[in-house]
Nanobody, 116 residues
Framework: VHLVESGGGLVQPGGSLRLSCAAS????????MSWYRQTPGNERESVAS????????NYADSVKGRFTVSRDNVKSTMYLQMNNLKPEDTAVYFC??????????WGQGTQVTVSS
């Protein structure tokens, strides 16, 4: 299993970013995928998740209405569209998958910084 995030960067409050997570090494469409984020000294927190087919999504209360998770099963890629970004969204964002065997895998993370 290999997960690679991209799309992070520096953005002003109120701005937007789209993160991508390219996946390989498993049958992408069979597994739910998730986004997490982590700030220094804190545990990783769940941000959003999407079912294998893409029809079911879940969001943390802190990002509802601002973030949208989606996936392209042809490209084996998951996305996180982040709008109306706030300074408190600053974190390293990780994508993650749990295989049928129960093992969780993480990407290397991508830094998102929201600052004026």
């Amino acid at each position: 299993v290999h997960l690679v995030e991209s799309g992070g960067g520096l953005v002003q409050p109120g701005g937007s970013l789209r993160l991508s997570c390219a996946a390989s090494g498993f049958t992408f469409s069979s597994l739910a995928m998730s986004w997490y984020r982590q700030t220094p000294g804190n545990e990783r927190e769940s941000v959003a998740s999407v079912s294998g087919g893409g029809g079911m999504t879940n969001y943390a209360d802190s990002v509802k209405g601002r973030f949208t998770v989606s996936r392209d099963n042809v490209k084996s890629t998951m996305y996180l569209q982040m709008n109306n970004l706030k300074p408190e969204d600053t974190a390293v964002y990780f994508c993650s998958v749990v295989t049928f065997g129960g093992s969780r895998y993480w990407g290397q993370g991508t830094q998102v910084t929201v600052s004026s």
